[in-house]
């Protein structure tokens, strides 16, 4: 009977206890929406904002540049198409470089003077051609093969980077550089680079 009240004042506390110490380690959260267009410079990587810098440049150098209006007149109005090929990453960073190459298409597509294809999709194009002439569709909705578009130029590019650091200042220097390749000739009919420089300063503890 001694030891009844001490249990049951323990049985009580050990509870309020244990909420006690999940309250302190519960961790608060705050968060906002920023724009999405707004340059800011969150550290020295590559970034959202670089990428949208570098693919406004390339648009605008890639309608304006003659090889656009020489094909227009070569091919009597028509509108080149073009097939993303492949972008490399020379940097130590870890770069989705489909950001970029995506930037760009998206915008000269919007500009209703470039023509894109799908690539990435032309196997599953094609294994869906053949289910659809399999005897498992409808005759009048199978879709036939021998109307695709054939590419007229290769979009390729690469991203490399420079870096430079003395005492507590720090400068990364960005280079993408993009070129069109004409697939009949070979020719590389449009090339562009361009750069991005961040500099930085790091200060000490305390500073």
């Given at each position: 009977m001694t ?6 004042l ?7 206890t ?6 302190g380690c519960?961790?608060?959260f ?10 800011e ?7 959202d904002?670089?990428a949208?810098l570098?693919g406004?440049k390339?648009?605008?150098s890639?309608?304006?540049?003659a090889?656009?209006a020489?094909?227009t007149?070569e ?5 080149p198409?073009?097939l ?8 130590s ?7 970029v190459?995506?930037?760009?298409r998206n915008?000269l597509?919007n500009?209703g003077?470039?023509r894109?294809?799908?690539?990435a999709?032309?196997?599953k ?12 569709t ?13 590419a007229?130029?290769f979009l390729v ?8 650091q ?9 280079q993408?550089?993009m070129?069109?390749?004409a697939i009949?000739?070979s020719?590389?009919?449009w090339t562009e680079?361009?750069k991005?420089?961040?500099?930085f300063?790091?200060?000490g503890?305390?500073?």
């Open positions: 030891f009844q009240a001490p249990l049951r323990l049985a009580t506390l050990a509870p309020l244990v909420l006690s110490m999940l309250s519960r961790s608060s705050e968060g906002n929406y920023a724009d999405p267009n707004k340059v410079i969150v550290d020295d990587r590559w970034s904002t670089d949208r570098i406004e390339m648009i605008k890639a309608l304006s540049k090889w656009l020489n094909y007149a091919s009597k109005g028509q509108k198409f073009v993303v090929d492949d972008f490399e990453n020379r940097t960073e870890q770069i989705d470089t489909k950001a190459f995506e930037s760009v915008e597509i500009s003077r470039v894109f294809l799908d690539g999709q032309r196997k194009i094609l294994d869906e051609y053949r289910y659809q002439n399999s005897g498992t409808r005759k009048d909705q199978a879709k036939k093969a021998g109307n695709q578009y054939g007229d130029f590019g690469a991203i490399s980077s420079i870096v430079s003395q005492g507590g200042y720090k400068t990364v220097t960005y993408v550089e070129r069109l390749t009949e000739t020719e590389i009919v680079v361009e991005v420089k961040k500099q300063r790091r200060s503890v305390g500073g």
